[in-house]
């Protein structure tokens, strides 16, 4: 394959959209994002930063361009009609709906992915609640894929482990089958499947060329392990708006609030937490926190116990959907609150570790860290004195993750 042959990869986060462009020996050529200008929930916007990252691409890039791959929050659910167009907004992964949580329960039963107290089964319930059973529910990422190729039927299995989608048997759980509205579900592809070549439409909008090869990509944390190339005895901590960590295993790892991902012919299991950066920017601007990090001595601690949260619940280490934030008393100190924040998320990291080690995950002997938060050098002291482990950082955005798994479709295919 000649070199100018380049692949698409999307990040679609809590925040906005990241695009990265990789050549066919997996060098990054080129990253750029734009935020929403709204929130994650709505549909339109996902398009928008699709549309305007993809015109400011020079004509040669976009014209040599030969894959794409998406992906998306884990958890983010869209109801649309069959030709595709959305029916409201999406309910976003952080969002969620307690009434459905008793009829989840008979349907999942010993489908841990699905029971989580974040769901996409509740989000399904509700939506088809609103808006009927004759409808198809798409998880962000696959609803994505499914506007280029004009075609919605298929979904990626990552991305619906958490409606219930059983990855050793390779099927929806019989209790699911047996759902009225089992219709509106897609049929399931694994990460780095051909599925189409982009709609003529499409290509002619985005000035894409017309046999730009659609693949199914993966949930925006695989992307981002996939960015970091670990090696097996890695651990990888995601500090982006969420926390995150993973762990390449030999199989899959069984628990509350743990995920089971077979990218190629490895399981990536780990957890997501409702804390993460997103807490600090709901106190501190970005120049603050960087301000006042100067300020912070990570070889001490602040002395502040605190349980930073996002919101009200927890998904990891922790599963409980009523567990509360404590973010305060805040101190005087502007530093020293921030340095209890930091130390707070750092403190739930350490738990998660723990309790993947409970389950019989090996320790990492060194953690590769991605996200805002890596970027953070007083940060980053303070995580390898309280874990107790050598701190990696990398810089290649999630997006050249998912840019990868297009590219190596297209390789594998030669």
């Known amino acids: 394959m000649d070199n100018r042959r380049l692949s698409l990869g999307m990040d679609f986060g809590t925040s906005g959209l990241r695009i990265a ?8 050529i080129l990253t750029a994002s734009l935020e929403y200008t709204i929130d994650l929930s709505n549909p339109e916007e996902w398009i928008r930063c699709a549309k305007v990252l993809i015109s400011n691409l020079s004509a040669e890039i976009r014209e040599n361009i030969v894959s794409i791959a998406v992906d998306g929050t884990s958890g983010t659910l869209l109801a649309c009609d069959y030709n595709g167009s959305a029916i409201g907004k999406a309910i976003p992964y952080y969002q969620l709906c307690p009434e459905q949580n008793e009829y989840v329960e008979k349907i999942v039963q010993n489908h841990l992915h699905a029971a989580s107290n974040n769901n996409s089964l509740a989000k399904a319930l509700r939506l088809i609640d609103k808006s009927g059973p004759n409808v198809l529910l798409r998880h962000q990422a696959d609803w994505i894929t499914g506007w280029l190729i004009n075609n919605w039927r298929w979904g990626e299995a990552s991305n619906n482990l958490k409606m219930g989608w059983d ?7 019989l209790t699911l089958k047996k759902q009225s509205w089992i219709n509106a579900l897609p049929e399931i592809v694994n990460s780095g499947t051909i599925l189409s070549q982009i709609s003529k439409t499409k290509a002619i909008e985005l000035g894409l060329g017309p046999d730009t090869f659609v693949v199914a990509g993966t ?37 509350e609030g743990i995920t089971n991902h077979l990218i190629g012919e490895k399981w990536l299991c780990g957890g997501s937490s409702n804390t993460g950066c997103a807490v600090l920017k709901k106190i501190f601007d970005d120049e603050q926190i960087q301000e006042l990090s100067t300020q912070i ?14 919101f009200t ?6 599963n409980d959907p009523l567990l509360e934030a404590k973010v305060e008393p805040r101190p005087i100190s502007d530093a020293l609150y921030l340095h209890a924040l930091l130390e707070g998320i750092t403190n739930i990291e350490l738990k998660g570790w723990n309790r993947l080690n409970e389950l019989g995950v090996n320790l990492p002997k060194r953690i ?15 995580r390898e004195r309280m874990l107790n482990t050598k701190i990696i950082t990398c810089n290649n955005p999630p997006a050249k993750g998912v840019a990868k798994i297009a590219m190596k479709a297209i390789l594998d295919k030669l």
């Open 21 to 28: 462009v990789i050549n066919n020996k997996y060098e990054l």
């Open 167 to 173: 990855n050793n048997r390779s099927e929806w759980p």
């Open 219 to 255: 949930t925006d944390s695989n992307a981002a392990v996939l960015a970091t190339e670990a090696e097996d005895d890695d651990g990888i901590t995601i500090l982006g708006s969420t926390l995150v960590i993973k762990h390449f295993v030999n199989q899959p790892i069984i628990g």
């Open 297 to 310: 001595d990570p070889k001490k601690s602040s002395g502040i116990s605190f349980l930073p949260l996002a």
């Open 313 to 318: 619940g927890e998904r990891f280490p922790t």
């Open 368 to 382: 590769i860290t991605i996200g805002g938060g890596a970027k953070n050098p007083q940060w980053k002291r303070i």
